[in-house]
């Protein structure tokens, strides 16, 4: 059963920085798609950013490009997700989430990392 545990959230002020990492165990190697959701309250959840396996290509939201970066640690099945320039709007309950080769869905969910920015 594949596991995902984030870390790194907290408060930071805008334009700041802030990394999050995502550690998968369980079967890490079935995955083909990890990524980055989040929730803001009041918000419906969206995905921030995605990396592919195989060959690697990335996918990031409009709100977040330029900004943020999704990188994936094979060897240590760490994903990475480098968030700089924050701003308030960025203020979420951040998810890891991961697809398994030939699923269409996230099937996989971390319990969420919080992320604060302040002005």
């Known amino acids: 059963q594949v596991q995902l545990a984030e870390s790194g959230g907290g408060s930071v002020q805008a334009g700041g920085s802030l990394r999050l990492s995502c550690s998968a165990s369980g079967g890490a190697s079935s995955l083909y798609v990890l990524g980055w959701h989040r929730q803001a309250p009041g918000k419906e959840r969206e995905i921030v950013a995605a990396?592919?396996?195989?060959?690697?290509?990335?996918y990031y939201a409009d709100s977040v490009k330029g900004r943020f970066t999704i990188s994936r640690d094979l060897a240590k099945n760490l994903v990475y997700l480098r968030m700089n320039a924050l701003v308030p709007e960025d203020t979420a309950e951040y998810y890891c989430a991961a697809k398994a080769r030939g699923s269409s869905s996230w099937s996989y969910w971390g319990q969420g990392t919080q992320v604060n920015v302040y002005s």
């Open positions: 990396i592919y396996a195989g060959p690697t290509s990335t």
